[in-house]
């Protein structure tokens, strides 16, 4: 096995001038030796491409004509990144210098590992002109983990680390804000020669890669020491406290423009339409019917406007069900060995 292999860090952005410096700078400081960073511009219209231009001649610059989104966006940058790695960074984290140097150390010891987890902090924006972000250690995430009622989760979301995610161990499904691929275990996972699923645009395709990874025997891991920070806009802290944590989640909810939740409730439905067996929705059917209830109950009281996405949702249902079959066909684990990861 080669020693140093070239390790890809691509960041597909859309109008990030607010970030771009400070994640081209914790990219560009990794003690790796062998890394490439790929910045694929999704046609920004603010001075993104200006920066990295300018600042950072280093950095391989794609300047896309169209917005693709950040996981086709992430899927198109492939034919410009060369390494036998990918890591798959959002323009609002910044990675530790040595976060390339411990995920090589780990998916280098099993060759089955397709992916892995970091151990990703909360921070503000505003914490970046005094550089006190290091300080805060309230958990963003640590991975997807899923209920029995299908609810997807992010690990220690909200949590003060106490250091109760300090071990490695496998989990459900990485995140999308800054996942480490084996570029091999990418490959594999395309239906209909796509990596990331065309209709989905912005919300759950990360979801939906993780889990075709599990579909096709892969394993995914959690590296503690693997140390990043994400400045997540939509329910940051709302875990904190149990009860008031719910309540600024649902205020914090209805500040995410409409088509935005209305696609969070399609893509993740389609992701378990694509992925999930059917003895195993089966298994779970009482908590995913009582789960699905009390969502519609909710847009029933507070978010009708969300009634009009199912129009969408079965305009797009005889494709998911065509790529649902393409899945089973080529999933290459029981439903037993899925089943494990819900809670």
């Known amino acids: 096995m080669e020693q140093s292999p070239l390790v890809s860090i691509v960041v597909v952005v859309y109008n990030g001038e607010k970030y771009i ?11 790796y030796p062998n890394c490439e960073v790929v910045v694929f511009d999704n046609a920004s219209t603010d001075r993104t491409r200006e920066i990295v231009s300018q600042e ?64 990703l902090y909360q921070y503000h924006f505003d914490q970046l002109a005094n550089n006190s972000y290091r300080s805060g250690k309230i958990i963003d995430t640590c991975g997807f983990k899923i209920f029995k009622s299908r609810k997807i989760g992010n690990i220690g979301h909200g949590e003060r680390d106490f250091g109760q995610y300090n071990k490695s ?20 996972i395309r239906i209909e020669d796509k990596i990331a699923d065309p209709d989905y645009f912005w919300y759950g395709d990360d979801l939906d890669i993780a889990w075709r990874i599990n579909m096709f025997g892969w394993k995914q891991l959690f590296v503690p020491s693997m140390i990043g920070w994400h ?45 999930d067996y059917i003895i ?19 847009w029933i009281l507070f978010e009708r406007a969300m009634f009009l996405e199912i129009v969408r949702f079965l305009k797009l249902l005889p494709k998911m069900l065509r790529r649902r079959k393409m899945v089973m066909a080529a999933a290459r684990v029981t439903p037993s060995e899925i089943h494990r990861w819900f809670i």
């Open 169 to 188: 161990e496998e989990i459900f499904g990485v995140e999308g804000a800054v996942p480490f691929f084996r570029r091999t275990a990418l490959e594999d």
């Open 280 to 298: 195993n929705i089966l298994k779970d059917a009482p908590r995913i019917l009582i789960r699905e209830i009390a969502t519609f109950g909710y």
């Open 21 to 31: 410096r400070h994640c081209l700078r914790a990219t560009l400081a990794q003690k």
């Open 231 to 275: 400045d997540r806009s939509t329910t940051k802290g709302a875990a904190e406290i149990p009860v008031l944590g719910q309540v600024k989640r649902l205020s914090l909810r209805r500040s995410i423009p409409i088509h935005k939740r209305r696609l969070d409730w399609s893509n993740v439905r389609f992701t378990i339409i694509k992925n």
């Open 56 to 119: 950072f001649p280093g950095v391989k610059m794609v300047k896309n004509p169209t917005n693709l989104g950040t996981w086709p966006g992430q899927e198109a940058a492939l034919e410009y990144a060369t390494g036998e790695y990918i890591v798959s960074l959002s323009v609002d984290v910044m990675i530790e210098e040595e976060f390339v140097s411990y995920a090589l150390g780990e998916i280098q010891k099993d060759a089955r590992i397709g992916a892995i987890q970091g151990k």
